[in-house]
Nanobody, 127 residues
Framework: QVQLVESGGGLVQAGGSLRLSCAAS????????MGWFRQAPGKERNFVAH????????YYSDSVKGRFTISRDNAKNTVFLQMNSLKPEDTAVYYC????????????????????WGQGTQVTVSS
């Protein structure tokens, strides 16, 4: 069992920045691929960013590319999402997710690729 706890959300003005953190339990964090997703009110949960186990590969949705950066610190069992140039449309609950098992056939941008989820952290961007 892996527990994920997000933090760092809050209220920010458009153009501002936030850094989300996701702390993971377990001894094998360095073997997990990690992702960030978000869900706006009344909408589906959507892919935001993915990072492989070593941190050497990252992927982003088109809507955040160039503004958000995903990173990880395997020594601290933590994955981060640095969010810059925030827009009102970035307002959502942000979830981190971990893929701990072998590749399931689902791509990194698909929720089904992940085995564990955090409880989410609210990000609100005012105009």
């Amino acid at each position: 069992q892996v527990q994920l706890v997000e933090s760092g959300g809050g209220l920010v003005q458009a153009g501002g920045s936030l850094r989300l953190s996701c702390a993971a339990s377990g001894r094998s964090f360095s073997s997990y691929a990690m992702g960030w997703f978000r869900q706006a009110p009344g909408k589906e949960r959507n892919f935001v960013a993915h990072i492989n186990n070593s941190g050497g590969r990252t992927y982003y949705s088109d809507s955040v590319k160039g503004r958000f950066t995903i990173s990880r610190d395997n020594a601290k069992n933590t994955v981060f999402l640095q969010m810059n140039s925030l827009k009102p449309e970035d307002t959502a609950v942000y979830y981190c997710a971990a893929r701990v098992g072998p590749y399931s056939g689902s791509p990194y941008y698909d929720e089904r690729a992940y085995d564990y989820w955090g409880q989410g952290t609210q990000v609100t961007v005012s105009s």
